[in-house]
């Protein structure tokens, strides 16, 4: 009897470490109320949510998005740089891969990655892509969980989000809103996340 109960715990916090770390995309979904059984923590752990809680798909997304922000707390450094590319723009260097570099949790430049592609013969005649990425147009991390909740918030009709199963950040999302709506979609891809050198936080 006294083995078993450490290898349930063992399995528990084995499993609890699967599902925190796991690096499978985060399912499509529509934010129809759709009632949800959370599951367990662990073997000896209280479930997140309350047994019998019904739990809508946009907050259990939220939910979800909090666990790997949680994830993200736990980087070695503030001070990193990562490749990054917007799915959505209307010119090709709006689309263009580039790498952001961040200090401190703040972004402090942003430049054109080696095979950034700036433009595609679909831009007006005489048109010059920028010499470098405008940097208000792109974000830290926090600053893309920031957007994609604030985005969530505001009812979508499709999301699908993909995490770093490593560090937690986001590395691929779509966003998608109906017809009309005043929200702008969001789809991006971010991915190589490395630590640079810099002033400690």
């Not at 809680?53 to 994830?71: F, N, S, Y």
């Not at 080696?114 to 792109?138: H, I, Q, R």
Request: one cysteine or more.
């Amino acid at each position: 009897m006294k083995r078993t109960i450490p290898l349930v715990i063992f399995v528990g916090l084995f499993s609890v470490a699967l599902v925190a770390c796991s690096s499978e995309s985060e399912p499509t979904a529509t934010l129809a109320p759709t009632p949800t059984q959370a599951p367990p923590a662990g073997a000896d752990a209280p479930p997140v949510i309350p047994a019998g809680a019904d739990v809508d798909r946009k907050t259990a997304m939220l939910l979800g998005i909090d666990l790997h922000r949680q994830l993200w707390a736990t980087r070695p450094s503030s001070n990193y740089k990562f490749g990054f590319q917007w799915n959505v723009g209307d010119y090709a260097y709006e689309r263009a891969n580039v790498e952001v570099r961040v200090n401190k949790s703040e972004v402090i430049g942003v430049g054109w990655a080696d095979n950034a592609v700036k433009t595609d013969g679909t831009e007006p005649s005489g048109f010059v892509a920028p010499e470098l990425p405008d940097k208000s147009s792109y974000y830290s991390i926090n600053g893309l969980f920031k957007l994609i909740e604030e985005a969530i918030d505001n009812n979508p009709a499709r999301v699908s989000l993909g995490f770093d199963s490593v560090f937690g950040f986001p590395t691929s999302v779509v966003i998608e809103f109906p017809p009309g709506s005043e929200h702008r979609d969001i789809s991006f891809f971010a991915a190589q996340l490395v630590p640079i050198s810099g002033p400690p936080e």
